[in-house]
């Protein structure tokens, strides 16, 4: 029977939270926690700079972690960085219903952009389909992929902090202006840090090869090492047959595109799952620098 939805997120692998910081890294880390924890902190530049509840639960202990280490520790840089993360998810409209699903909704009857399967990490997986390209409005079109953006984070289980981009280029598909890929790739490198697991991309033709060509140099190296072309995501260990779309990418998984289908269970699941996060951050305090591991439940699942 073929799939129309989403498939669940696995559950917890790990027995404990990964990671462990040196002694300079916790210290670092304690003191952008400190800065963002003060009572008369406010977002700088910014109207009414009080942290709202999102925030907060934004600007987690990963999170803070995931900047300092894309600003190689350097503890003003991660300081300035999240701050102008702040500033521009309240300009792109996250918390005043700006950037809903309602306004992306047009660009996504299509099946150009499809959040289905995980990697053998857990990573989420994100099909990209260049071909089924409905619309011409670059505005609403970058705000489409920052939705799903955020919702492949939001399907990402406890201990998992990226994502996978599987993108393919087969039927006649275009590659976007280069004003539109920078863009896009600013807002990923700028305010995604650390979020891109890995970018594997099948049946590139010349002209868009070419176009790859113009935009790498314009892509930080540790992103660069990332990018995978024509890769075998089983021989390579990637991801298992089980997880994987059969169309294009080998996988057996009968995947079909219904966007009456798909759309609701992708909000609904998503919104659930931000729900239950957002309790969880209220159970254990509501404030700055809590573990996005407690926050998903790693504490209980292990």
Request: proline share 6%.
């Amino acid at each position: 029977m073929p799939d129309y939805i989403p498939l669940e997120v696995p559950s917890c692998k790990l027995s404990e939270k990964p990671g462990s910081l040196t002694e300079e890294q916790v210290q670092k880390r304690d003191e952008v926690l400190a800065h963002f924890s003060k009572e008369s902190y406010q977002i700088p530049g910014v109207e009414k700079g009080d942290l709202l509840d999102e925030e907060k639960m934004w600007l987690s202990d990963e999170c803070i972690q995931r900047y300092l280490r894309a600003s190689k520790w350097v503890l003003h840089t991660a300081i300035e960085r999240l701050e102008d993360t702040l500033k521009w998810r309240r300009e792109y409209g996250f918390y005043d219903g700006t950037l809903s699903e309602g306004l992306v909704e047009p660009e996504s009857v299509t099946g150009k952009e499809i959040i289905f399967g995980f990697d053998v990490q857990g990573r989420p997986a994100t099909y990209m389909i260049p071909s089924r390209q409905n619309t011409s409005e670059p505005p609403r079109q970058l705000q489409f992929a920052v939705w799903m953006l955020e919702r492949a984070v939001d399907l990402m289980g406890p201990g998992v902090e990226s994502l996978d981009l599987l993108i393919n280029f087969a039927d006649r598909a275009k590659n976007p202006s280069l004003g539109t890929a920078r863009q896009m790739l600013h807002i990923l490198q700028s305010h995604y840090p650390e979020r891109l697991g890995l970018a594997l991309i099948i049946n590139v033709p010349f002209l868009v090869n070419a176009f790859f060509k113009m935009i790498m140099p314009f892509v930080d190296p540790i992103t660069r090492n990332k990018v995978k072309f024509n890769p075998n995501v089983f021989e390579d260990g990637i991801m298992t047959k089980d997880q994987v779309m059969k169309e294009w990418w080998d996988g057996d998984r009968e995947f079909e595109w219904d966007h009456s289908k798909y759309w609701p269970a992708l909000v609904k699941t998503c919104a659930e799952r931000r729900a239950e996060q957002m309790g969880r951050w209220r159970d254990l305090g509501a404030k700055v620098g809590l573990s996005e591991w407690d926050m998903k439940g790693g504490s209980s699942a292990s």
